[in-house]
T-cell receptor, first 114, second 115 residues
């Protein structure tokens, strides 16, 4: 399995500001995903980060609110823009390899918006 | 539409006893099924998966799960629970026709193992 790191591990932010979360993998991966886990809730896919092209967003998530970059096969960023307290969640990246169906998750970024 | 249900918010077992965490799914075609565990303040750890083959799959930490197509279930089991198994468990499903790799997660079940 991959070694996945996320930065920051946690942050407390003010309403109206933006936070960029980084996801770094120790090997090249085919697919990278960003999930949100709201307090006491399950995981919901935000988008698939595509290398060299625009991310594919799930229903209910838009690029203006959650811009994503993936400049290469080992790195991606998720920005949470113009934050409100409703954005307080754990944000997790996950990765998948071609030829395997398993996704491996990073440790998550715990975001609190005041 | 694809969905996953974990009917129990919490499961309580005594250490040494067998445990079962239930999961049922709804997906078109033959599903890909997964179990993940989340410890407090940690990310998700992969436990096991069913893609094809034997209905009983074995995974990490002594866990196993049984795929039952007729009941559309994929219950997680362990013969003898440990206190350290206490965590939040998620069942997830992926459609084999999906070209995005998207996982649909259940609501999660908190497992509490008491000494």
């Amino acid at each position: 399995s991959a070694v996945i790191s996320q930065k920051p591990s946690r942050d407390i932010c003010q309403r109206g500001t933006s936070l960029t979360i980084q996801c770094q993998v120790d090997s090249q991966v085919t697919m990278m995903f960003w999930y949100r886990q709201q307090p006491g809730q399950s995981l919901t896919l935000i988008a698939t980060a595509n290398q060299g092209s625009e991310a594919t967003y799930e229903s209910g998530f838009v690029i203006d609110k959650f811009p994503i970059s993936r400049p290469n096969l080992t790195f991606s960023t998720l920005t949470v823009s113009n934050m409100s307290p409703e954005d307080s969640s754990i944000y997790l990246c996950s990765v998948g390899y071609r030829g395997t169906d398993t996704q491996y998750f990073g440790p998550g970024t715990r975001l609190t918006v005041l | 539409a694809q969905s996953v249900a974990q009917p129990e918010d919490q499961v309580n077992v005594a250490e040494g006893n067998p445990l079962t965490v239930k999961c049922t799914y709804s997906v078109s075609g033959n599903p890909y099924l997964f179990w993940y565990v989340q410890y407090p303040n940690r990310g998700l750890q992969f436990l096991l998966k069913y893609i094809t083959g034997d209905n009983l799959v074995k995974g990490s930490y002594g866990f196993e799960a049984e795929f039952n197509k007729s009941q559309t279930s994929f219950h997680l089991k362990k013969p003898s629970a440990l206190v350290s198994d206490s965590a939040l468990y998620f069942c997830a499903v992926r459609s084999p026709t999906s070209n995005t790799g998207k996982l649909i997660f259940g609501q999660g079940t908190t497992l509490q193992v008491k000494p």
